[in-house]
């Protein structure tokens, strides 16, 4: 019986194996199957510079590997931010769209209390969001804004107030005594700034929003 391969070639494998050569080198190097690879040179013994070296080689594949995800992943990341940056550049802003938006954003992190409007985050950009589209949306009396923030005891109360003050807009004669978290002081965040809920008192324009996300929501279900 005529054997499929020569034994200089089984011995040539089981050679580069001793040297710390991978099942998948080997197959490459002696242009054979992976599988018969491993068939004649998994009862090898490997010395510690075998070991060594394919440990070194398993590391350098990690390695390529996560590079070459990493950039196809950026990839994704850049078709996906430049399809969203034309999208959001062909949307026309007005009045009617602002209050649209500025329903939902409140139908999320707003108070369902229709007393008056009460919205908490402790994200700088959503709050900001909501302020412009609810000053966009509506006639409003600054004067009616009330701020309220919830710090950790390693906050700063005063350094916490003015960054909300400037992010809101809202003065600082305009915040009430902060609520501060007990038993925070060992959970440090770092660059968190607590989070801010902001009151305006007018019963009309909640219940306005109210309807409005809620009529739009039984538009879409329906």
Known sequence: MTLP???????????????????????????????????????VVLNEKAKKRISGRMAIGIKKAKEVLKTKKDNIMKII????????????????????????????????????????????????????LLRESFELDESKFRALVHVHEYH???????????????????????????????????????TISIRYYNYKIALELSFIYNRFADKLIK
Request: hydrophobic share 25%; net charge positive.
């Open 5 to 43: 391969y020569s034994s200089s070639l089984v011995n040539e494998a089981l050679r580069l194996r001793k040297n710390g050569y991978s099942y998948e080198e080997i197959s490459k190097k002696l242009k054979i199957a992976k599988s018969s690879a491993y068939l004649w040179c998994n009862q």
């Open 81 to 132: 931010s430049d399809n969203s940056n034309n999208y959001v550049s062909k949307i026309e802003s007005n009045k009617e769209f602002n209050k649209l938006l500025c329903s939902f954003l409140y139908w999320g992190e707003g108070s369902k209390n229709t007393n008056s409007l009460i919205f908490t985050n402790s994200n700088p950009k959503m709050i900001r969001s909501y302020l412009n």
């Open 156 to 194: 700063e109360d005063i350094e916490i107030k003015k960054y909300w003050s400037k992010i809101t807009n809202i003065p600082l004669s305009q915040f009430s005594k902060s609520y501060l978290k007990p038993h925070t002081s060992k959970n440090i965040r770092e660059g968190y700034k607590g």
